[in-house]
Each structure stands twice: as structure tokens, then as C-alpha cells.
């Protein structure tokens, strides 16, 4: 196993991320289970820092971009330009095409420019002028939205919520700057290591356990909306990937408990008879997992 590079990584991004080693582990358990990344969170607390130590540490090229209201789809995917030399149109790269994006205030945006990102997390690749063009590999995407009702604001829909694997919720201690950081690790090695993620073992029980836990968000009495089955596919993504920081090639049910909440946060919505007793998200989940009994291992 490729762990130790795993660990490598972590170790030297919190060289620049400090105070803040679990959302570290977090973002490094979706990066192995080649998924998205959001952090929700006011401007100016890190963010930033986050995603550019990891794309240093992980050798990965990297671009950001700053939503705003007139940032359009072209901008993200690319677009063709005609060059009088040649007289045929040429590509210009978007923003997508590199290994890590950081889509700063992601909710600040036009819902058109949204889809066009989703479309790219979701397909892993861009169409221009009916040429489709294949991402580089790892591809990331690390976002950032503001808090709902911040001003120039625009909810995400609940369909592009749910192609981000996990969602970090805010934390305001601040970070270190990123210079210290050095590559431990070239991308072959972090593509490796997803292939490795891949084939860790879990057991009829585990998932059971899940499909459970998934079943409960879609009945219980406060949420209007639950867990897709698309959240399903990330939950057992990312306890593999919990599994293998752990040094382990099967999961288990603690690897669960891990990355319940963050995978599974802003994949549910309150009904009205929840926010009018203040109920919150955290709660609900933090309820659905303690009324379901992991299981345990059998005794010969």
C-alpha cells in the first residue's frame, strides 16, 4: 500500500493548515475517494490555503477562480477562438482543465455557470463546439459557498449538492501561509492510491449498516428531503478511504461514524415543522446514527 504517501501528504499540509488536522484528513480521505470537495464558510478563513497546500503537496497543477455574477460557462469550460493565421479555430483552455480547482464562493454565481461545472464533476469531461476533451487526471474540485442569505447569494440546487462528495462546515481558526510547502508526492502516486482506495473490502454487514442509516434520513420527520442514492455511493467511498488511512484494506463500522456527517450534510433538507423548533442538520444526522446499532463482530 501506498499509505505512507498518504500520511506524507497530510503531514505537510498541516504545516500550512493549522488548528484544523480533521477537516485535513477529511479532504485527503475524498481526494483518495476521487471526489469533490465543499467548504462552507464565510470569506477569509483559510479556505484558500487549503486547497493550494494540498495541490503543492500532491504536485498537482492547480487554478482558482473567484465567482462571481458575470463569470460565464465559457470562462470554467473553455471556448473556441478563430485564428486568422491558421484560419481554424483553436481551444482555450477553461478553467476546469487542471488537476485541482479551487471554485471560490461557488454560490455567487449564475445557475448557467453552476451546471457547467457540475456537468464537468459529473462526466470528467467538457464539450466545446461538439468536441468533448477529457479532464487531466486526478481532477478535484475544491468550493466554497458563503452562508445562505449573504448578500449576492444564490443557493446551490440540491443536484449539484449532491456531486460533492463531503462538506466541511465552518471553522475560523486560521491558517499558515503555503511556502513552507513542498511536493512529497507526484500524481501517480495519488492515482495509485485512489486504485488502492477502490479495492478496500467491505463487508454485507457494513453496507447493510449504511442502507440502514441512508433509509432513516428518507423517513425521518423533520427532513423534507434525504440522502440520494448518489450519497449512498459516496458514504461507501469515503469509509474506504477512512479504512485505508487507517492502515487498514477493509472497513469498518467506526470508519463510518468518521464521515457520516460530513458526507451527508448538505445532502438533506429541514422541513418547515424543523426550522420552526430550530432543528438543525447536525442534529438530525447526530440522531439517525445514534438510533441505528452498529453491528459488531460475530464471536466464533
Known sequence: MYLVNALNVIDEVKKAVIGKDSCVEMVMMAILARGHILIEDIPGVGKTTMALAFSRACAMSQNRVQFT???????????????????????????????????????RTSPKTQSALLE?????????????????????????????GSSGTQMLPESQLDRFMIA???????????????PVIQMNDLLTMQE?????????????????LIARTRQHPMLELGVSPRGTIALAGMI???????????????DVEKVFLAVNHHRIRLN????ANHVTAEGVLEEIFAGVAKPSPKKN
Not at 466541511?168 to 513542498?182: A, F
Request: charge should be negative.
Open 272 to 275: 418547515s415543522k424543523a426550522r
Open 196 to 212: 488502492e482506495v477502490d479495492k478496500i473490502f467491505i463487508h454485507d454487514v457494513i453496507y447493510n449498516y449504511i442502507a440502514e
Open 168 to 182: 466541511i462546515l465552518k471553522d475560523h481558526r486560521s491558517g499558515s501561509p503555503v511556502d513552507r510547502i513542498s
Open 69 to 107: 455574477p458575470d463569470v460565464l460557462p465559457a470562462d470554467i469550460t473553455g471556448f473556441s477562438i478563430y485564428r486568422k493565421d491558421t484560419g481554424k479555430f483553436e481551444y482555450q483552455p477553461g478553467a476546469v482543465m487542471c488537476n485541482l480547482l479551487l471554485a471560490d464562493e461557488i454560490n
Open 120 to 148: 464537468v464533476m459529473e462526466e470528467g469531461n467538457v464539450t466545446v463546439d461538439g468536441i468533448t476533451r477529457e479532464v487531466p487526471k486526478p481532477f478535484i474540485v475544491m468550493a466554497t459557498q458563503n452562508p445562505i
Open 240 to 254: 474506504k478511504a477512512a479504512a485505508y488511512l487507517a492502515g487498514r484494506n477493509y472497513v469498518v463500522p467506526n
